[in-house]
């Protein structure tokens, strides 16, 4: 693989008009620049499959642990214990199991019939109206709900506690995301953690405050309440973020692709695969454990180009 000179294709993450229609480019560098360096904000784009497919995998020369968003990796900020998709192994897989061990398939399908409710609800109000927003009617709502009915977020606070998620992941149109010293350390959900250790429940955040586990120190304990507001903080960005983009994407293809809509619509089944298809791999940036991993002596950077940066844009930004 060898790295172009940056005049021959050009992908910033911030620029407007790129993420307006990405596809051109992310073509391009495919085809001309594989492993694309960005002289401008200092980062590699990997964008064939199978160099991103094995860089992932790589947890050695690829590390998470400085941050999986550009923005995130250059602010250089303390990334608290707990963070799970900015750890690497071993911490990594003990915070992993910990969070399968509660969040659990069978967790999920307890929920549905509660799901299934708020959408009926929800969009039963709508009928007979001249029209509706998909994404402030629906898709921006739904996730939060469903976040925090797991959760145990008491339902007059979900939509505070979905705008303060969103506003931490913000960015201005052309800019990149600003990253705060306590990134990802979810302090605002501070209350609700010390009032369910008082008042047990149903939930995920009562789990968490009650599970033991093996920390990597091979101390058996439970996880400290730094460690239960970083979870927390993760579960309820990792599930309204990337769940409302998905459903106001679908809803924009869907839009624009009707004969596809009434498919769906005349047969359920093909819904699960429609899902798979409306959301287009990771969005992915990790920082080289050695400059060599690369195969350069400056600043490594790792990125896949998918998601990486406008994955913090708006929630009609192109998948
Ligand atoms: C459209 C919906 C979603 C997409 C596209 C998505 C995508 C991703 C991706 C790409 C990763 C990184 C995987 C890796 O580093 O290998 C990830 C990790 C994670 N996601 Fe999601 N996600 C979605 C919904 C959710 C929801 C609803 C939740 C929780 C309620 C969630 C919780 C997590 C957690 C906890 C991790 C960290 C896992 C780990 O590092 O072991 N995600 N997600």
């Known amino acids: 693989m060898t790295v172009r000179g940056a005049n021959d294709v050009y992908y910033d993450p911030y620029d407007v008009a790129i993420n307006a229609d990405p596809y051109p480019v992310f073509r391009r560098l495919r ?20 160099d991103v497919e094995r860089g992932l995998v790589d947890n050695e020369a690829f590390i998470s642990s400085r941050g999986g968003i ?11 214990p707990g963070s799970l998709i900015f750890e690497d192994p071993p911490i990594h897989t003990i915070h992993r199991r910990l969070l399968s061990r509660v969040f659990t398939p069978k967790r999920v399908a307890a929920l549905e019939p509660q799901i299934r409710d708020f959408c009926a609800r929800s969009l039963d109000g709508l009928v007979g109206g001249g029209g509706f927003d998909f994404v402030a009617d629906l ?148 920082t080289a454990a050695s400059p060599t991993a690369t195969g350069s002596t400056s600043t490594a950077r790792w990125a896949s180009t998918s998601r990486s940066v406008t994955a913090s844009t708006s929630a009609s930004a192109p998948p």
């Open 31 to 50: 085809k001309e620049a594989p492993l694309y360096y960005n002289n401008t904000h200092d980062f590699y784009a990997v964008s064939r499959y199978d």
């Open 70 to 80: 550009l923005e995130l990796i250059k602010a250089d900020v303390e990334i608290p």
């Open 139 to 286: 898709g921006a709502q739904m996730p939060m709900r469903v976040i925090s009915m797991l959760l145990g977020i008491p339902e007059p606070d979900q939509e505070a506690v979905r705008d303060r998620v969103d506003a931490n992941l913000r960015t201005a149109p052309g800019e990149p995301m600003q990253v705060s010293a306590d990134f990802a350390k979810g302090e605002m959900f501070g209350e609700y953690v010390d009032w369910r250790a008082e008042h047990p429940s149903d939930d995920l955040m009562t789990e968490l405050l009650n599970a033991e586990f093996e920390d990597e120190t091979g101390t058996t304990r439970r996880l400290t309440r730094d460690e239960i507001l970083t979870y927390v903080f993760v579960v309820a960005g990792a599930g309204n973020e990337t769940t409302t983009r998905l459903i106001g994407w679908a809803g924009k293809a869907l839009a624009e692709h009707p004969d596809q809509r009434r498919q769906l619509a005349e047969d359920p089944s093909l819904i699960p695969n429609a899902i798979e298809d409306s959301w287009s791999g990771p969005p992915t940036a990790t």
